[in-house]
C-alpha cells in the first residue's frame, strides 16, 4: 500500500511540475554566459568594424551579445556599427546598454556623446563628455574635452567652446582640432598676435590642413605681414590646388 501512495504522490509531483510550461510549450533554455568566448568575438567585430566589413562585423558582435548580454564594449562597439549604419535607434539603445552596465566606462560615454551632438542634442552630448573625464584614469579624457568643445561650437556658444578647448589643451597641448579652434577663436577676437600663435603650435603638431592655412593667410593679412601671406598662399595652391580655400586666396577673399 505504501509503495502504491508512493508511486502516485510521484506522478502527482510530475504532473505538477509540467504544467508550469504555460500553453504546453516547451521550456525555455538559456544558455550559461561566455565571457571569454563573448570577449574574443566582440574583438574580432570591432576589427572587422575598423576594416569596413560590416557584415562580418555586425555577425561577430551579435554572437558576443548573445554570449554575455551584459558586456559593455560588445555594447559599445555594436552601437558604433549601428551608427555608422544610420540605424540610429538601435546605436542609441546599445550606447544607454553600455553606460548604464558601467557608469565608469568612458570610451562608451564620449561615443555616445559623439552620437548625440550629431543628433543635435548639445545638452545630453554635453553631459557625456562630463562623464567621460570624471574617471581619472581615462587617459582620453583630453579628447573627450576637445569634442565637448566643437559640439559647443555647434551650437553655438563660443565662449563654452573656447573654455572646452583650453581644458583640453591643458591636459593634452598639442591637441591640433583644439589649437585651430583657439586661433580661429582669437582671430574672430580680432586677437591676431594670439591667432598667429596658435596657428604656429598647429603647424609645429600636425600638418597643414586647407582649413589651417586660409587662416594663417587671414591672420598675417590683418597683420600686414604680406611676405607671410605670399608664403602660405604659394603652399596652399601647391599642396591643395583643387581645395575651395585655394580657389579663395586666388581670388584675394581674405
Known amino acids: 500500500m505504501k509503495k502504491v501512495c508512493f508511486r502516485i504522490l510521484l ?13 504546453g510549450s516547451r521550456p525555455t533554455t538559456y544558455a550559461a554566459p561566455d565571457p571569454k568566448a563573448a570577449e574574443i568575438n ?19 558582435l551579435q554572437k558576443a551579445l548573445q554570449q554575455d548580454p551584459n558586456l559593455p564594449s560588445a555594447h559599445n562597439t555594436i552601437a558604433l556599427l549601428y551608427q555608422r549604419l544610420g540605424e540610429n ?12 552596465r558601467a557608469p565608469g566606462y568612458s570610451e562608451a560615454q564620449n561615443n555616445f556623446g559623439v552620437f548625440l551632438c550629431q543628433q543635435q542634442r548639445y ?3 554635453e553631459q557625456r563628455f562630463l562623464n567621460a573625464v570624471k574617471n581619472p584614469l581615462y587617459n582620453s579624457a583630453a579628447l573627450a574635452l576637445e569634442n565637448a568643445g566643437m559640439c559647443a ?10 573654455s572646452y578647448f583650453r581644458k583640453a589643451l591643458q591636459k593634452q597641448p598639442t591637441l591640433s582640432k583644439s589649437l585651430l579652434q583657439m586661433a580661429q577663436i582669437s582671430y574672430q577676437q580680432q586677437d591676431y ?15 597643414w590642413s586647407p582649413q589651417a592655412l586660409l587662416l594663417a593667410i587671414k591672420t598675417e593679412n590683418k597683420l600686414d605681414n604680406q611676405n607671410a601671406v605670399s608664403s602660405y ?3 596652399l595652391r601647391s599642396r591643395f590646388p583643387d581645395s575651395d580655400e585655394a580657389l579663395q586666396a586666388k581670388k584675394g577673399q581674405y
Open 11 to 23: 506522478i502527482l509531483l510530475a504532473l505538477t511540475m509540467t504544467g508550469c510550461v504555460a500553453n
Open 42 to 60: 566582440m574583438r574580432l567585430g570591432l576589427n572587422y568594424l575598423q576594416r569596413g566589413d560590416y557584415e562580418i562585423a555586425l555577425e561577430k
Open 89 to 100: 535607434d538601435k546605436a542609441e539603445k546599445h550606447f544607454k546598454e553600455a553606460v548604464n
Open 123 to 125: 545638452d545630453e552630448a
Open 153 to 162: 561650437s555647434r551650437e553655438p556658444d563660443m565662449q563654452r567652446a573656447e
Open 193 to 207: 598676435l594670439q591667432a598667429r600663435a596658435y596657428i604656429e603650435r598647429y603647424q609645429s603638431a600636425s600638418q
Open 233 to 235: 598662399i604659394l603652399l
